[in-house]
């Protein structure tokens, strides 16, 4: 499974990006997920999706501002960001489970793409 983040960039707070993994040969039975790790801080949950696309789960603190989704057609993950903050700069990376359903635990992921730099600035 090969995954490649992209769309990062620099916004402004309360801005918006959209984020997309392309998981080329990632299997649809796969669980997928977004991470983030900000300077300094240790790697961190983002948001999660299961292998259908009807169950989410999300990190407290992004829950409402953010939006995962996926089309298996495209085989492509997705991260919809709204109201941005100073404290959601990061590198985000997305992740490829073994197991169908959603997971906060990086332990579950197999599969991890490149990271994606997104810079909130005031």
């Known amino acids: 499974v090969q995954l490649q983040a992209s769309g990062g960039g620099l916004v402004q707070a309360g801005g918006s990006l959209r984020l997309l993994c392309a998981a080329g040969?990632?299997?649809?039975?796969?669980?997928l997920g977004w991470f983030r790790q900000a300077p300094g801080k240790e790697r961190e949950f983002v948001a999660a999706i299961n292998w259908r696309g009807d169950s989410t789960h999300y990190a407290d603190s992004v829950k409402g501002r953010f939006t995962i989704s996926r089309d298996n057609a495209k085989n492509t993950l997705y991260l919809q960001m709204n109201n941005l903050r100073l404290e959601d700069t990061a590198v985000y990376y997305c992740a490829a489970a073994l197991r169908s359903g959603t997971s906060d635990i990086a332990s579950s992921y197999r599969y991890w793409g490149r990271g994606t730099l997104v810079t909130v600035s005031s």
């Open positions: 040969r990632t299997s649809s039975n796969n669980g």
